[in-house]
């Protein structure tokens, strides 16, 4: 599903060279559940964002289905994206001035899904998350982790059969969090949905198949997941 | 140094209402280390911005140095609040279009420190936290983990005598994460430097020497945290 070729993004800062990324080569095959590990600003982030099609590496090649995407028009990009991945960001992302419900709808405005289904599919996956009765209220109004559930439920609407969860359980306590990952592991033992999961704690990482951790912008190793 | 009687938080939300704090009595003495803990959604954040004078509680006492909030002016509480607490936000709440070094000096300024100590002490932080090398970066530069690690710079350079963290490790590596909790445990042993801190993880909040649990706005233990 998902092939990198000495993927490196490079950011020039005045004087400074920041290399996110490092000659990152790996494949990730679907119907797989992966964890990303490594310490703060090791390149996971940068590596989720390239993966997910939401930024380019500065060179290096990404396959994604077989399709290199940077041979691919905007519009197509834009398509595939939202059809194929579903993404929940560190920071959220939520829109601050709309409710819970509309945010979740928005990947299917996307789409143009019905009105109706819209509204339906959105209930039900703020519902699987333990977010009934607060449909209506704006991030502003919901806790931190509220506000990260309403972000998971996004990611979850479209059927995308790749979802890309970056950091979806810091700010949640440990029973929630286990509930979540239930949740992908059924979306990914059931549905076949490919997970790409970064995380920082061994406990949320052991309900993964394989861990690919990064340091420096490299990967520094790739193996099955201690349970 | 905080003492609290009967605080309520109550949200009319159409016709919900939500009870964010529901009598929420107790004491916190100088020189304590304190964790805060509970499920999503319990009332921890807005138990903090009560307590940082952030928000007013609907209801109820609340006496800072044995002073009650509710009969201080404006002025004087944002006094209070500048040169008493430094605080570290959920969200970070990072000025986007600023330096990570501008942002950790903002406390200062509300002090009229000289620029020259400003940025001395903002510098020192920003080291102290990892982060020499970045201070002219901006938080759309910085990843997760190093924006958060800046907003907890900008909590320690008023020397402030209270440090409220709400959830300052949530995107910090497992080694990060303990360096920024021995580094509170020093401020607290050598400085005597009260620190109240919410976490959903039990190895963080082994670092303190209280456990306060919260659960649908109501306290539901305080006790002597187990190591
Ligand atoms: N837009 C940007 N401009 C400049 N540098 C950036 C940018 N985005 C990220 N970086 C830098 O690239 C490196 C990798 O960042 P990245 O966000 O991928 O790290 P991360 O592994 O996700 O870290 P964390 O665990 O803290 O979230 C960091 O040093 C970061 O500061
Ligand atoms: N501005 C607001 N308007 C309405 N409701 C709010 C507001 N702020 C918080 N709430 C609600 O009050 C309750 C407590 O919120 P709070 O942010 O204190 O929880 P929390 O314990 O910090 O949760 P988390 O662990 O998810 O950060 C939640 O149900 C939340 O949705
Ligand atoms: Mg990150
Ligand atoms: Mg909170």
Not at 93 to 99: G, H, V
Not at 167 to 172: A, D, F, I, Q, V
């Given at each position: 599903l998902i092939e990198t070729n000495e993927l490196k993004k490079i950011y020039l800062l005045g004087e400074n060279e920041v290399r996110a990324l490092d000659n990152v080569s790996l494949k990730i095959n679907t119907g797989e559940f992966v964890a990303v590990m490594g310490p703060s600003g090791s390149g996971k982030s940068t590596f989720m964002n390239v993966i997910g099609c939401l930024d380019e590496p500065t060179s290096g090649r990404y396959l994604l289905d077989g399709i290199d995407v940077s041979k691919m028009e905007r519009d197509a990009l834009a398509q595939i994206r939202n059809k194929k991945i579903g993404f929940v960001f560190q920071g959220f992302?939520?829109?601050?001035?709309?409710?819970a419900l509309e945010n979740v709808e928005v990947p299917m405005l996307y789409n143009n899904t019905p009105p109706r289904q819209r509204k339906d599919r959105a209930m039900w996956a703020l519902k699987a998350l333990g977010l009934e009765g607060r449909e209506h209220h704006h991030p502003s109004q919901l806790s931190g982790g509220q506000q990260q559930r309403v972000a998971i439920a996004r990611a979850l609407v479209n059927d995308a059969p790749l979802i890309l969860a970056d950091?979806?359980?810091?700010?949640?306590d440990t029973k929630t969090s286990v509930e979540i990952m239930e949740l992908f592991v059924r979306l990914n033992e059931e549905n076949k949905i490919t997970i790409v999961l970064v995380t920082h704690e061994t406990d949320i990482a052991s309900f993964s198949q394989r861990t690919i951790r990064f340091l420096d912008g490299h990967v520094i190793s790739d193996k099955a997941t201690k349970r």
């Open positions: 992302n939520l829109l601050p001035r709309t409710s950091e979806p359980t810091g700010n949640l």
